[in-house]
């Protein structure tokens, strides 16, 4: 069975900073690549970013483009998101989900605030 | 970027009626669509993918048709579970992005 579990999550200040941890199991980690995926309270889903099964190739949103980097350790079967000089609006659940967004972690909930 | 445009952003309905959502791309992203079902307080659960193809498990009420810029989620008879908010989500390329969301509501 396909399982990512999120961490890391919390309050922090503005213009601080929080690494995201997803533990996966139950599949080949290092054959897929894994996305974030945010939500904002009582806001819609935004895609964040994504890495590849090797971690050579990134992508992300505009939003966090500059300010978040996705890493991926293959031998601990675990994904990363290093998120730099918060703001207020990065405040939401983040969650990771597989490649083809079948399968998601039930989400960590970071809180930008003073 | 693709911009996803989901509509309505909201709905009322009762059980039993059928329901279509639509989801128009502002480029064409040929059937690279998927379409999730959100539960307050719940995880996103993927109902369709490549447009029209339906997850394992999924009632066979729900349909998903569409290429290239516009597409449709149906409910064909909505069932009390069905409450809930559905996201579209173009995986054309990069960034992805998602609909705003339509937040179907129970008449």
């Known amino acids: 069975e396909v399982q990512l579990l999120e961490s890391g999550g919390g309050l922090v200040q503005p213009g601080g900073s929080l690494r995201l941890s997803c533990a996966a199991s139950?599949?080949?980690?290092?054959?897929?690549?894994i996305n974030w995926v945010r939500q904002a309270p009582g806001k819609g889903l935004e895609w964040v970013s994504v890495i590849s099964g090797s971690g050579s190739t990134t992508y992300y949103a505009d939003s966090v483009k500059g300010r978040f980097t996705i890493s991926r350790d293959n031998s601990k079967n675990t994904l990363y998101l290093q998120m730099n000089s918060l703001r207020a609006e990065d405040t939401a659940v983040y969650y990771c989900a597989g490649e083809n967004f079948l399968n998601w972690g039930q989400g960590t909930l970071v809180t930008v605030s003073s | 970027d693709i911009q996803m445009t989901q509509s309505p952003s909201a709905m009322s309905a009762s059980v039993g009626d059928r329901v279509t959502i639509t989801c128009r791309a502002s480029q064409g992203i040929s059937n690279y669509l998927a379409w999730f079902q959100q539960k307050p307080g719940k995880v996103p659960k993927r109902l369709i993918y490549a447009s029209s193809s339906l997850r394992s498990g999924v009632p066979s009420r729900f349909s998903g048709s569409g290429s290239g810029t516009e597409f449709t989620l149906t409910i064909s008879s909505l069932q009390p579970e069905d409450f809930a908010t559905y996201y579209c989500?173009?995986?054309?390329?990069?960034?992805?992005?998602f609909g705003q969301g339509t937040k179907l509501e129970i008449k």
């Open positions: 139950g599949f080949i980690f290092s054959s897929y690549a």
């Open positions: 989500l173009q995986y054309n390329s990069y960034p992805r992005t």
